[in-house]
Structure formats: structure tokens, C-alpha cells
């Protein structure tokens, strides 16, 4: 039923008509009534009031109802406020123009009673289900809103510091493609000379994902905090079969994560790392040359519970540049649907020989030029490793690189 409070305009040039509408609703139990004498005067009392429905007169001096129709439009009032066009115009033109310029329904003059009641109160509730719609469709955008800075709360800041005598820089990156996304970036130290990078992407997008990014995010945190930490984080491969039993049980919604864990120590710059079904992380040396880490240790997370994961290392020198990224860099398209792709990827990644936080942004910023104003196709993160060339030991950690 509609709302007896509502707040309705008639307009109408002619005074008659707009007593006899008047009182038609009020008959209706309407008490909420506003009248205006034309088109301006209409425009001025919906820019002072929050009328629930406005009954609108065609043919008018000053500004017509067509002029008070496109005015709504062009201030986007239409898409609020329901229009019921009242006119003795009786051909379909009026009618057409009318419903193009987004009124809601059309009455002929002289209008009939018991008609004029269904369309005003049809009309009435139809706006009534749009604004409950809306407030929901707001309430939840700010909590995605909220989630979203959540979301990206979770993403460490840089780091630049000396573990275990090795200089070292690290950034992370995180840019969900909706309000909040599936894919995972971390890092953090373990014992006093473990370097330990996350790097995840679940399956999905959206609120569903980026649960299961939580997930998996608060399992490798809290193994971090374990007594057992530096043990555990030693071998990769244990923690990452811990996390994939857990997602792998009970698994009904059939959602993975490539996943890739990678840990330095520090002192010998040994990288031990797993990749899950993850995109092979690029590998700058000092020199520019660039390798792949494409050691394999298993399927993504959450697919096969109590799968034996394996180890791979990778040594690393002062002056290597590790970077790991999720698929939402090399999947990203253009308007012709073809891919970023790795390969140009890991050509501009050779390429820069800037800081840290410069890298990132330079790869973020060519795929955004790729896309060329495309939604992002899917999240993006990124995690960069660099370690630092020691001021003492600098000539020879140039010559190691040039030597491989």
C-alpha cells in the first residue's frame, strides 16, 4: 500500500484543474499537497522539496511540461522522482515524448477517478520498492567500501633494513579489480634471519574471494607466529601443506589459490620457495639478464588435500631483483581481447633499474595503458624483492653477476 505521507506536486496552468486534482487526493488520504501554476514555478518547488511524486500539466505558459521533464533530466531528478503526466493532449505523440523524457505514466484530461487512483498509487509504491532498493544497494556499498580499506590495511608497508648483515628492499602491491578482491600479498620475518614473501590468488572475485584471501592471509600469519616459526619456514613446503590441508577440507565451493611462498636466508642468500600453480616469479640480476623460477612444488591450494609439496631454491647475490605478481598483470586485455602477457612483462621488468616503489608503479601504469581505459580485467599484486649491493663488497658482487 502506499504511503498516505507522501509529498505530491500538481502543476497545472489552469486553477481548476489543479483544485480538482487536489481534492481527488485527498480523497485518497493524501494531505501532503503542493500546487505550482507552471513549469518554473515547478522546477522551484522541486528544488526546495523531497516530493515522492509530481502529477504534470503538458501545455503551459512560461516552460511547458516538456520543458520541466527534460529539466529533470538533465539534472538527473527523473530518476528519483516519478512524473504522472495529467493532459488533454490525446494523440500517442505527446505520449511518446513523454515516456522518452522518462515520465512515468500518462492520463488524458478529463481523467477518470478510479483510474486515477491505480496509476497514482501504482506509481507511489514502484517508488517506494526503487528507494528501498537504492538505500540497500548504498548500505551495501559502503560496507564493500569498508572492506575494500580492510583489505588493503593488509598490505605491509615498504620495508628497507639489514637482516642478518644483508641489505634488503621490499614492496608490496595490492589492487583489487571491484571494491575488494581474492588476491594476496605479505611479508614478513621470521627468527632473526628468515625473509618469508606471500603471494596468492584465489579463484573467484569478489566478497567470496577475498574471504578465502583472509583465509589463507591469517593461516601464514599465524604459523608466523608459531614457536616453531623458523623450523617450519625453513621448508616451505610444510607450511604451504599445512594451509593447503585446511582449505582443502571441506572444500564444498571448490575455491584454489595459486599460491607462491618464498624465504630467504638471509645470511647465505639461499631463496627456498614453493610455487603452487603460481605464475613463475621473474628474476632480475645486477647485470639485467633475466631468469625465470620455474621450479614446480604442487597444485594450487585447497584442490588435493594432503598433497606432498616440494622445495625448490634459487640462489640469490646483492643486486638480484625478485619479483612475484599474480595473474591480473599477464591476463590484463586489451580492446581486442588479447593478453598483456608475461613475456612483456618480464621485457619491462628487465628493463627498469629504478627503485622499488618506481618499479611497481611503471608495470601498473603499462598495463593500465594496455587496457587503454578497459574495467580491470582482474586484481593485481605484486611483491619486489631486491637486495642491496654492499658498499664493500660492490665491484664483486658485479663481476658474480656478469659471470652468470
Given at each position: 500500500m502506499a504511503d498516505q505521507n507522501a509529498t505530491i506536486l500538481v502543476v497545472d496552468d489552469v486553477a481548476e484543474n489543479r483544485d480538482l486534482l487536489i481534492r481527488r487526493l485527498r480523497r485518497l488520504g493524501f494531505t501532503r499537497l503542493d500546487q505550482a501554476a507552471d513549469g518554473r514555478e515547478a522546477l522551484a518547488a522541486i528544488a526546495q522539496t523531497r516530493y515522492d511524486l509530481v502529477l504534470l500539466d503538458i501545455m503551459m505558459p512560461e516552460l511547458d511540461g516538456f520543458g520541466v521533464l527534460a529539466a529533470m533530466n538533465a539534472d538527473g531528478r527523473i530518476h528519483d522522482l516519478p512524473v504522472i503526466v495529467v493532459s488533454a493532449l490525446n494523440e500517442i505523440e505527446p505520449v511518446v515524448r513523454c515516456i522518452e523524457l522518462g515520465a512515468d505514466d500518462f492520463l488524458f484530461k478529463p481523467f477518470n477517478p478510479t483510474?486515477?487512483?491505480?496509476?497514482?498509487?501504482?506509481?507511489?509504491?514502484?517508488?517506494?520498492?526503487?528507494?528501498?532498493?537504492?538505500?540497500?544497494?548504498?548500505?551495501?556499498?559502503?560496507?564493500?567500501?569498508?572492506?575494500?580499506?580492510?583489505?588493503?590495511?593488509?598490505?605491509?608497508?615498504?620495508?628497507?633494513?639489514?637482516?642478518?648483515?644483508?641489505?634488503?628492499?621490499i614492496r608490496a602491491l595490492l589492487e583489487p579489480a571491484k571494491e575488494v578482491g581474492g588476491d594476496l600479498v605479505d611479508h614478513f620475518i621470521v627468527g632473526s634471519d628468515l625473509i618469508v614473501l606471500v603471494v596468492g590468488d584465489v579463484s573467484d572475485k569478489g566478497a567470496a574471494a577475498a574471504l578465502m584471501m583472509a583465509r589463507t592471509h591469517a593461516m601464514f600469519r599465524a604459523m608466523a607466529g608459531r614457536p616453531d616459526a623458523p623450523e617450519l619456514f625453513a621448508d616451505p613446503a610444510r607450511a604451504v601443506s599445512l594451509a593447503n590441508d585446511a582449505l582443502a577440507r571441506g572444500n564444498v565451493g571448490c575455491m584454489f589459490v595459486t599460491f607462491l611462498l618464498a624465504v630467504l636466508h638471509a645470511p647465505s642468500g639461499v631463496?627456498?620457495?614453493?610455487?603452487?600453480?603460481?605464475?613463475?616469479?621473474?628474476?632480475?640480476?645486477?647485470?639485467?639478464?633475466?631468469?625465470?623460477?620455474?621450479?614446480?612444488?604442487?597444485?594450487?591450494?585447497?584442490?588435493?588435500?594432503?598433497?606432498?609439496?616440494?622445495?625448490?631454491?634459487?640462489?640469490?647475490?646483492?643486486?638480484d631483483r625478485l619479483l612475484v605478481v599474480t595473474d591480473g598483470f599477464t591476463e590484463a586485455q586489451d580492446a581486442g581481447e588479447a593478453l598483456y602477457g608475461e613475456e612483456r612483462l618480464g621485457y619491462l621488468f628487465a628493463a627498469l633499474d629504478g627503485s622499488e616503489a618506481d618499479t611497481l608503479g611503471r608495470l601498473v601504469s603499462d598495463v593500465r595503458a594496455f587496457e587503454a581505459g578497459l574495467p580491470a580485467f582482474d586484481d593485481m599484486a605484486a611483491i619486489l624483492l631486491t637486495l642491496a649491493p654492499l658498499k664493500d663488497n660492490a665491484a664483486t658482487s658485479a663481476g658474480e653477476g656478469e659471470a652468470r
Open positions: 483510474l486515477l487512483r491505480a496509476r497514482v498509487l501504482a506509481t507511489l509504491e514502484k517508488k517506494a520498492l526503487r528507494d528501498r532498493t537504492r538505500d540497500e544497494l548504498r548500505r551495501k556499498q559502503v560496507e564493500l567500501n569498508e572492506a575494500r580499506t580492510l583489505q588493503l590495511a593488509l598490505v605491509p608497508a615498504p620495508f628497507d633494513g639489514t637482516i642478518a648483515g644483508q641489505p634488503v628492499g631463496l627456498s620457495y614453493v610455487r603452487a600453480g603460481h605464475i613463475p616469479p621473474f628474476l632480475r640480476a645486477a647485470d639485467g639478464g633475466l631468469t625465470r623460477l620455474s621450479g614446480h612444488g604442487g597444485p594450487a591450494l585447497g584442490v588435493m588435500e594432503e598433497f606432498a609439496y616440494r622445495t625448490a631454491t634459487h640462489p640469490l647475490v646483492p643486486g
